[in-house]
Nanobody
């Protein structure tokens, strides 16, 4: 099994910054891609950003320029730096990993428990 543990959420004023981290542990052969999603109350979960093991990134169009995703492959850890935060960025942020547990394993979708980000005006 693969476990994802997020950290770094909290309360911040509009215009501020936060950095979220997500560490994967357990039996891991590969994770590709790894990323972040968010879900605000009453809304569907949406992609924030993802990154492949080779460093190729994908961002939600609305977040380009404010959010930066990065990854430490040796630590199976993904980060997202969130700058110029807005009230509408308030949501629960979830880490996501498409992982194989061993060579030849199928790719499974794993989720963290979520970390709350609240941006106040």
């Amino acid at each position: 099994q693969v476990q994802l543990v997020e950290s770094g959420g909290g309360l911040v004023q509009a215009g501020g910054s936060l950095r979220l981290s997500c560490a994967a542990s357990g039996r891991i052969f590969s994770i590709d891609p790894m990323g972040w999603y968010r879900q605000a109350p009453g809304k569907q979960r949406e992609l924030v950003a993802s990154i492949t093991s080779g460093g190729t990134t994908t961002y939600a169009d609305s977040l380009k320029g404010r959010f930066t995703i990065s990854r430490d492959n040796a630590k199976n850890t993904v980060y997202v730096e969130m700058n110029s935060l807005k009230v509408e960025d308030t949501a629960t942020y979830y880490c996501n990993a498409h992982a194989r547990r061993w060579f030849g394993d199928y790719v499974a979708d794993y989720w963290g428990q979520g970390t709350q980000v609240t941006v106040s005006s």
